[in-house]
């Protein structure tokens, strides 16, 4: 199982950028995907998750101007980031919890990150 992560890059403050991260492999069902961030010098963060029925988590930092949401048919996660801010500077990691055919059980899996700068 993969998880490829795309659509990162250098914006202005106020700008707007859009995540994805597909899932590949024998995947037999996906249960909650999300978005988490790591600042230079700082911890991972969750930013936002999303179950495979479409309830959403966010952080505080980020509500009212983020937006997860998922295709299952793609096996997919979007991160629409309106307003970015300085602050939301960070290498950006989809995650996802995943039940594989070849074990029957769901585990953890992680994208390999997307950069994301806010600068002008």
């Known amino acids: 199982v993969q998880l490829q992560a795309s659509g990162g890059g250098l914006v202005q403050p106020g700008g707007s950028l859009r995540l994805s991260c597909a899932a590949s492999g024998s995947i037999f069902s996906i249960n909650v995907m999300g978005w988490y961030r790591q600042a230079p010098g700082k911890q991972r963060e969750l930013v936002a998750t999303i179950t495979s029925s479409g309830s959403t988590n966010y952080a505080d930092s980020v509500k009212g101007r983020f937006t997860i949401s998922r295709d299952n048919g793609k096996n997919t996660v979007y991160l629409q980031m309106n307003s970015l801010k300085p602050e939301d500077t960070a290498v950006y990691y989809c995650?996802?919890?995943?039940?594989?055919?070849?074990?029957?059980?769901?585990?953890?899996?992680w994208g390999q990150g997307t950069q994301v700068t806010v600068s002008s």
């Open positions: 995650n996802a919890e995943i039940l594989t055919r070849a074990t029957m059980r769901f585990d953890e899996y």
